[in-house]
């Protein structure tokens, strides 16, 4: 079964708009992290936030996380055409070996 | 220039072969995955190993074998037990996870087509 769960699926947005994606999951977590993935290609690390923390940023990239919801945000802004990808959450329950990937969300940013 | 590799980029099988799909890293990393994307989906973990010459089965092991005999090398094969193997593989590494957490570097992944 799925733990992380993005929401919207799909997210269309004009150069410059903001885009916020959401990650929703089912069990307790020890972190939190986003990854991308352009068409075809291998995902990339972005931000991990940690159970005791609430925010995140990264640049144009701010992630937030409620424990107490069992969600996550990723938030982009000014958003450029070469942020067009897809993105996807990954929880890791307890420290171990094992990171549960939801379906992530395809970002297409029109220029 | 540090990174994992994985080759080839696509492969084309016919149905009831083996195929062995490569995965190297110099990232002198402990551990490696191996995962399975289908389209219009997440990754699925297939195999995890934390040391040479130890693995573990990850969610959907059926139909895959791995070795691990070298810290650089995780090679996977898809066997003709696999009901379904058509898909895009992607192979990672990282440290050992502790508790402050770890990420994972992915290779460029592999097409595999089965006809």
């Known amino acids: 079964s799925q733990q992380g769960e993005e929401d919207p699926q799909a997210l269309s947005i004009q150069e410059g708009e903001n885009a916020t994606m959401n990650c929703s999951y089912k069990?307790?977590?020890?972190?939190l992290q986003w990854y991308r993935q352009n068409s075809g290609r291998g995902l990339v690390h972005l931000i991990l936030?940690?159970?005791?923390?609430r925010e995140k940023h990264s640049g144009r990239l701010r992630v937030t996380l409620d424990t107490s919801k069992k969600s996550s945000s990723l938030l982009i802004t000014a958003s450029r055409a070469a942020d067009t990808a897809s993105y996807f959450c990954?929880?890791?329950?307890?420290?171990?070996?094992?990171?549960?990937f939801g379906s992530g969300t395809r970002l297409l940013v029109r220029p | 220039d540090g990174g994992i590799t994985q080759s080839p980029k696509y492969l084309f099988r016919k149905e009831g072969q083996n195929v062995t799909l490569s995965c190297e890293q110099n990232l002198n990393h402990d551990a490696m995955y191996w995962y399975r994307q289908d389209p219009g989906q997440g990754l699925r973990l297939i195999y995890y190993s934390q040391i040479v010459n130890d693995f573990q089965k990850g969610d959907i092991a059926e139909g895959y074998s791995v070795s691990r005999e070298k810290k650089e090398s995780f090679p996977l094969t898809v066997t003709s037990a696999q009901k379904n193997p058509t898909a895009f593989y992607l192979c990672?590494?990282?440290?050992?996870?502790?508790?402050?957490?770890?990420?994972?570097?992915f290779g460029p992944g592999t097409r595999l087509t089965v006809t």
């Open positions: 990954a929880t890791d329950l307890d420290s171990s070996y094992k990171l549960i």
């Open positions: 069990t307790s977590i020890n972190n």
């Open positions: 936030i940690r159970s005791n923390e």
């Open positions: 990672a590494s990282s440290i050992a996870p502790g508790t402050g957490g770890y990420e994972q570097y």
